[in-house]
Nanobody, 124 residues
Framework: VQLQASGGGLVQAGGSLRLSCLAS????????IAWFRQAPEKEREFVAY????????NYAASVEGRFTISRDNAKNTASLQMDSLKPEDSAVYYC??????????????????WGQGTQVTVSS
C-alpha cells in the first residue's frame, strides 16, 4: 500500500489543521494506522493511532484532548484533526500503516508503510 499525507501548513497558535492520509494500491481496512511527527534534530515520535476498525484509538499524552484521529475505510483515507495547536506541535507529520499484528502501536519500527510527510508550522 502507498500512503500520501497532505493538509499541512502554517497556522497561528490556537488554530486548527486537518491532515489527511490517502492510501492506494490496497485496502486501508487491512491496516492499523498511526500518525507520527518529527521536529528538526529530534527523533520521530508517536502522535496517534487507530485500529483497522476504528474501534480503538490511542494518543500521545502531549496531544490528548486536542487531536482526533479518524478513518474512512470506504474512501481509503485516514485523518488527523488538530485543534488548539501549539508552537511545539510544529514538525513534519507522517501517516503510517502496519499489519494487524501485536507489534507495539507506539513504535515507529512497527510500521512497514509510510507517507512522505507534510509540514505543520505553528507560529506563536
Amino acid at each position: 500500500v502507498q500512503l500520501q499525507a497532505s493538509g499541512g501548513g502554517l497556522v497561528q497558535a490556537g488554530g486548527s489543521l486537518r491532515l489527511s492520509c490517502l492510501a492506494s494500491g490496497g485496502p486501508l481496512s487491512t491496516y492499523d494506522i498511526a500518525w507520527f511527527r518529527q521536529a528538526p534534530e529530534k527523533e520521530r515520535e508517536f502522535v496517534a493511532y487507530i485500529t483497522w476498525s476504528g474501534n480503538t484509538r490511542n494518543y500521545a499524552a502531549s496531544v490528548e484532548g486536542r487531536f482526533t484521529i479518524s478513518r474512512d475505510n470506504a474512501k481509503n483515507t485516514a485523518s488527523l484533526q488538530m485543534d488548539s495547536l501549539k508552537p511545539e506541535d510544529s514538525a513534519v507529520y507522517y501517516c503510517a500503516a502496519k499489519s494487524l499484528d501485536y507489534a507495539s502501536y507506539g513504535r515507529a519500527d512497527s510500521y512497514a508503510y509510510w507517507g512522505q510527510g507534510t509540514q505543520v508550522t505553528v507560529s506563536s
